[in-house]
């Protein structure tokens, strides 16, 4: 796939790639970080709504649900090794997007009562100097890649994983990064065989739109309150 970007492949299969590294990590941050003195895990139960800094609209509500096939909820306790929250804070993700993957502030959600230790899915947010291009090429037709027109580039692979970039310019200390690029990840063996990839999409559109607006770049973030259909390829 040509991309636009210093990234030299597409997105989607990145992610999923990372797949089982971004599940390592939340299981490494998780058992550091999930139990008390006694090694009792502390867990409040949590609904929809609630998760990722209540930043789920009510379709990404039904996704999510959806993706799990249950309706309750946990995320993350615990501290970093920074002393921060590991529970996701629109506000701490925001201050941690130009750092490296481990040290970001991920929205990671696990089925209530879950004992692998695997992320039912996993949200994080980074900045980008480029994103990829929008068409879809014949080699990923296998892929099932799918395109959706809304920020600059937004793709689903399969059911479990969607990938988002939008306009929102930030600086770090190597410059201006015009992009945010925003992905969700699910564990294989968590995400319900009735999920589907506009599931992922809606979560993935819903929370960034709060994080548009976190970081000031909503009115050019092209991130719609509702899903559109996706391009016809």
């Known amino acids: 796939m040509q991309l636009t970007?210093?990234?030299?492949?597409?997105p989607a299969m990145l992610l999923t790639a990372l797949g089982p590294a971004v599940c390592c990590i939340a299981l490494f941050v998780g058992l550091s970080a999930c139990s008390d003195g006694n090694g009792n895990k502390k867990e409040r139960n949590l609904t929809a709504g609630e998760?990722?800094?209540?930043?789920?609209d009510s379709s990404a509500i039904a996704g999510l649900q959806r993706i799990g096939n249950t309706q309750k909820f946990t995320e993350l306790p615990g501290t970093d090794?920074?002393?921060?929250p590991?529970?996701?804070?629109?506000?701490?993700?925001?201050?941690?997007i130009h750092e490296e993957m481990t040290q970001r502030n991920h929205?990671?959600?696990?089925?209530?009562?879950?004992?692998?230790?695997?992320?039912?899915?996993?949200?994080?947010f980074s900045a980008a100097r480029y994103h990829p291009n929008s068409k879809k090429p014949?080699?990923?037709?296998?892929?099932?890649?799918t395109i959706y027109p809304i920020g600059v580039y937004a793709v689903t692979h399969g059911s479990a994983s969607a990938s988002l970039y939008f306009k929102c310019p930030t600086?770090?200390?190597?410059?201006?990064?015009?992009?945010?690029?925003?992905s969700?990840?699910?564990?294989?063996?968590?995400?319900?065989?009735?999920?589907?990839?506009?599931?992922?999409?809606?979560?993935?559109?819903?929370?960034?739109?709060?994080?548009?607006?976190?970081?000031?770049?909503?009115?050019?973030?092209?991130l719609p309150t509702s899903v559109p259909l996706p391009e016809q390829s």
């Open 81 to 84: 090794d920074s002393g921060e």
């Open 184 to 222: 969700v990840h699910g564990s294989a063996d968590q995400v319900s065989a009735k999920a589907t990839g506009k599931h992922s999409m809606d979560i993935l559109n819903s929370v960034s739109r709060s994080m548009a607006k976190q970081l000031g770049c909503a009115s050019q973030a092209n």
């Open 171 to 182: 600086k770090d200390s190597e410059g201006t990064k015009p992009y945010i690029q925003a």
């Open 86 to 96: 590991n529970k996701f804070s629109l506000k701490r993700a925001a201050s941690t």
């Open 107 to 124: 929205c990671v959600v696990y089925k209530a009562g879950d004992t692998t230790g695997h992320p039912l899915i996993d949200v994080d």
């Open 5 to 10: 970007s210093e990234r030299r492949q597409n």
């Open 51 to 56: 998760v990722c800094d209540s930043t789920l």
């Open 138 to 145: 014949a080699a990923d037709s296998s892929a099932e890649l």
